[in-house]
């Protein structure tokens, strides 16, 4: 088997898939209590380890069938010290279910990749706060000792690189960028933004992206934007910064998030146009490599993804 470690495939060129949106599947289609969304949490019995992989061997077969490349996302947006507390994690334990997660990646990965599908094993690291609301904001330095533990974890358990979603301000995206650095680690930082296209905190995406750039000298191997509908974002893509943006994990439905927030039903928008967006953002943007979702959507949508971007054979 290839080993992928500080050899990301999918600089070369893409595409690369990766999944949706993991918890609102297993939320409002399997119909799981997922308390605070931590979906690692289902990583303590067999039962919901088992749901993972099946979550996990869906979307990777639609790479499979595509031919692309598949990015294995882990399961751990929630798994950091102050969510884990509220779950009731030990720190101890908190570092098991970390390295469950990344060992069920490596399981995944020997059991499914080909020669025609790559897979990369993505340490996911999640915001201190709310996804959608940039809350209290730390300093770099407050973030970077806040992130390092999970993040050293990851590298001690040989995944590839380290994914920070859902980033919603530039002083946690620089920290989780040099805990990363740090740890010898290539990192991807991914924003949220908000329908008009900036951060939670007000930053544009070309400002942010500056920002973490000057503050970690350009450490991060790409951007991506997530958490967003495309329409909400479109229109900021404008400039030579936007070469640094490698990916997209677009929401499925057009609700700002404090719509999504107080919504009872689940929004999942209409996968087949979400297809022909994020097609004509990749006709634009042909460096636009790794492509999933977030909030709404599940395999169908990534499924009309990989067709409308004329990755199916």
Not at 258 to 281: F, R
Request: aromatic share 8%; glycine share 10%.
């Amino acid at each position: 088997m290839v080993k992928y470690r500080n050899r990301l495939p999918q600089l070369a060129g893409g595409p690369f898939l990766t999944d949706g949106g993991l918890e609102t599947t297993l939320v409002f289609h399997d119909g799981i209590d997922l308390p605070h969304f931590a979906a690692f949490d289902l990583l303590k019995d067999e039962a919901g380890t088992a749901t993972l992989r099946d979550y996990y061997r869906l979307h990777a077969g639609i790479a499979l069938k595509a031919g692309t490349g598949f990015v294995l996302e882990s399961p751990t947006w929630r798994a950091s010290p102050d969510w884990g507390t509220k779950l009731g994690y030990s720190a101890n334990a908190l570092d098991a279910a970390n390295r469950v997660a990344i060992r069920l990646m490596h399981e995944l990965r020997a059991e499914l990749e080909s020669e025609r599908s790559p897979m990369v094993i993505s340490g996911c690291v999640g915001p201190r706060g709310d996804g959608y609301d940039a809350g209290k904001v730390m300093s770099p330095q407050e973030a970077e000792a806040y992130h390092a533990p999970q993040i050293r974890i990851y590298a001690e358990e040989d995944a590839d690189q380290i994914t920070a979603v859902t980033m919603t301000n530039v002083n946690e995206a620089i920290g989780v960028t040099r805990a990363a650095t740090a740890a010898g680690m290539p990192v991807v930082i991914s924003f949220t933004v908000e329908t008009d296209g900036r951060l939670p905190t007000g930053d544009t995406l070309k400002d942010a992206i500056a920002a973490v750039d000057a503050a970690t000298g350009n450490a991060p191997a790409y951007y991506m934007i997530n958490c967003a509908h495309p329409d909400h974002f479109d229109a900021a893509l404008e400039g030579d910064w936007v070469s640094r943006i490698g990916g997209i994990r677009a929401n499925a439905s057009r609700c700002s998030h404090a719509e999504l927030d107080e919504a009872e039903e689940l929004d999942a928008g209409d996968p087949k146009e979400l297809g022909s967006l994020y097609a004509a953002l990749c006709r634009r943007f042909p460096h636009f490599t790794v492509l999933g979702g977030c909030c709404g959507t599940d395999h169908r949508h990534v499924e009309e993804i990989a067709r409308a971007t004329a990755v199916f054979a």
